[in-house]
């Protein structure tokens, strides 16, 4: 059973950072793509950003610019650079692994149980 575990959340000022990090129990290198997913409070969860195995990032248009993804498939982390944090960014952010190959055995995906973050005015 494979395991993601979300660190790095907390209470930040607006304009503030944060970087937020997410270690699988298991080998990521054939994982098809890495992501951050957030949910605010009564709404739905979104995609934020996401890297592929190959290295390409996609970002939500909300997050251009002031967010950044990166992953290390060495270590098996994945990892949220946050910038210029507004109060609508407060939210549960989890962590995703999507499809690929694990042990030579498909894997169909994975999420973590979430980070808190909070963005005060």
């Known amino acids: 059973q494979a395991q993601l575990v979300e660190s790095g959340g907390g209470l930040v000022q607006a304009g503030g950072s944060l970087r937020l990090s997410c270690i699988a129990s298991?080998?990521?290198?054939?994982?098809?793509?890495m992501s951050w997913y957030r949910q605010a409070p009564g709404k739905q969860r979104e995609l934020v950003a996401s890297?592929?195995?190959?290295?390409?990032?996609d970002y939500a248009d909300s997050v251009k610019g002031r967010f950044t993804i990166s992953r290390d498939n060495a270590k098996s982390t994945v990892s949220l650079q946050m910038n210029s944090l507004k109060p609508e960014d407060t939210a549960v952010y989890y962590c995703?692994?999507?499809?690929?190959?694990?042990?030579?055995?498909?894997?169909?995906?994975?999420w973590g149980q979430g980070t808190h973050v909070t963005v005060s005015s």
């Open positions: 298991i080998n990521i290198f054939k994982i098809n793509a």
């Open positions: 890297v592929t195995h190959g290295g390409n990032t």
């Open positions: 995703n692994a999507d499809y690929g190959v694990v042990d030579g055995a498909i894997f169909t995906g994975a």
